[in-house]
């Protein structure tokens, strides 16, 4: 799944396309959020490199999430996070770079013209039943002491607590232990949904005999608000980007799941994780599980 961001701009059923070199369809303008960047600043840059237009966060408008087709890459999705601008501008005025090879007003119905992941969101777009939006899109940022706030504010059900600790409880662990790293995860409005940690060294030992390439994930919760619309699944089929990007020396990611929590187990072994042992974790019993990093 290649993720990125785009910025929609339509008049008249009429969107205003970019073509790149050594592409024959044109697509929105936008590309590939980098590791660690919120879904704005990855517009930001991608608008100010492309078509040389700075953007301010208060002019931007998250609209949907929408799953196509990648461009020009064959067998290959792509989660394009769209957002239009709410400020007047004067788009002929615009002076792309030397990377946009064409920029032009397309008419919708000019489908030969346009990359899939467009269509698809045209059709979406058009009420299309066939079409339906994405959760929101998501991006995992390790924590820093700016984002304290954004920790307080994730509300969790009392019972959670019986079963994981808190995300505050997890920065405190993480201050007096740098095998830890907490993890804060984010959606296309910058809002933080969700919450988890990695844990090299003797967090992983319990589970792995190769400590050295190995992580724990663990203390995963989605805010109350939050659950049900797809969040969960989305960050774990995330996770393996995240760890590569961020531990590249890790080859395996371990996590438990409660032995009564079919659901979660479900989940886990529906992103490729195997059930690979038996233990105890905080005297409850719980499935090992594991993915090897390819």
Not at 31 to 44: F, M, S, V, W, Y
Request: glycine letters at 4%; one cysteine or more.
């Amino acid at each position: 799944m290649i993720r990125c961001v785009c910025l929609v701009i339509e008049q008249d059923d009429q969107l205003l396309l970019v073509q790149a070199r050594h592409r024959e369809k044109y697509y929105f303008p936008g590309g590939k959020i980098d590791p660690g960047e919120l879904h704005i600043q990855a517009l930001q840059r991608e608008i100010q490199e492309e078509l040389q237009m700075a953007l301010a966060e208060t002019d931007i408008e998250y609209m949907t999430t929408i799953i196509g087709d990648a461009y020009p890459q064959p067998n290959t999705q792509t989660e394009l996070n769209l957002f239009r601008l709410i400020a007047d501008v004067d788009w002929e005025k615009l002076n792309p770079a030397q990377e946009i090879t064409d920029m032009q007003w397309i008419d919708v119905t000019a489908r030969d013209q346009i990359a899939p992941a467009v269509l698809k969101w045209i059709d979406y777009s058009r009420g299309s039943n066939n079409v339906a939006a994405a959760p929101s899109g998501i991006a995992l940022i390790p924590y820093n002491e700016d984002l304290y706030e954004a920790v307080e504010g994730i509300t969790l059900k009392a019972e959670d607590n019986q079963f994981t600790k808190t995300p505050i409880e997890n920065i405190r662990l993480a201050q007096m232990d740098s095998e830890r790293h907490p993890t804060l995860v984010f959606n296309a409005q910058q809002q933080c949904v969700g919450f988890f940690t990695l844990h090299e060294g003797d967090g992983v030992r319990p589970y792995s005999s190769n400590v050295a390439e190995s992580i724990f994930f663990r203390s995963f919760s989605i805010d109350v608000r939050y659950r049900g619309m797809g969040y969960a699944k989305c960050i774990i089929e995330e996770l393996e980007r995240y760890v590569r990007s961020y531990f590249p020396h890790v080859k395996s990611i371990y996590l438990t799941v409660n032995n009564d929590n079919e659901i979660a187990r479900k989940l886990y072994a529906a992103c490729n994780y195997e059930h690979v042992g038996d233990s105890l974790l905080e005297g409850r019993p719980v499935y090992n599980m594991m993915k090897k990093i390819v």
